[in-house]
């Protein structure tokens, strides 16, 4: 059965940083691409950053790049979103899933997903 669990989430202040973990189970993360997305309180699931299985290739949400940085280490079975100078609208539960197709990522339809994490920026 896959699984992804989230954590790292949580309050900062603008400007400043967090580091997302998302562990997964019961596949082989070699064969996946992994994605991270959000959801702000009354407004649609965006995409964030997405990392590919096959060639390392990295895609990113043009209102998050340089801010962000996704990596994994499958050795580890783990995906990681840094996020740096936080802002405001960062806040949101962030959600890691995956899928053998980073193509799915475009359009939010990665096949196995995680429960999300918290994050806030707020002063």
């Known amino acids: 059965q896959l699984q992804l669990v989230e954590s790292g989430g949580g309050l900062v202040q603008p400007g400043g940083s967090l580091r997302l973990s998302c562990v997964t189970s019961g596949f082989n993360l070699d064969h996946y691409a992994v994605g991270w997305f959000r959801q702000a309180p009354g407004k649609a699931r965006e995409e964030v950053a997405a990392i590919d299985n096959n060639d390392g290739k990295l895609y990113y949400n043009p209102a998050v790049t340089i801010r962000f940085t996704i990596s994994r280490d499958n050795a580890e079975n783990t995906v990681w979103l840094q996020m740096n100078d936080l802002k405001p609208e960062d806040t949101g539960v962030y959600f890691c899933?995956?899928?053998?197709?980073?193509?799915?990522?475009?359009?939010?339809?990665?096949?196995?997903w995680g429960k999300g994490t918290q994050v806030t920026v707020s002063s």
């Open positions: 899933a995956a899928d053998p197709k980073v193509s799915t990522w475009f359009w939010g339809g990665m096949k196995s």
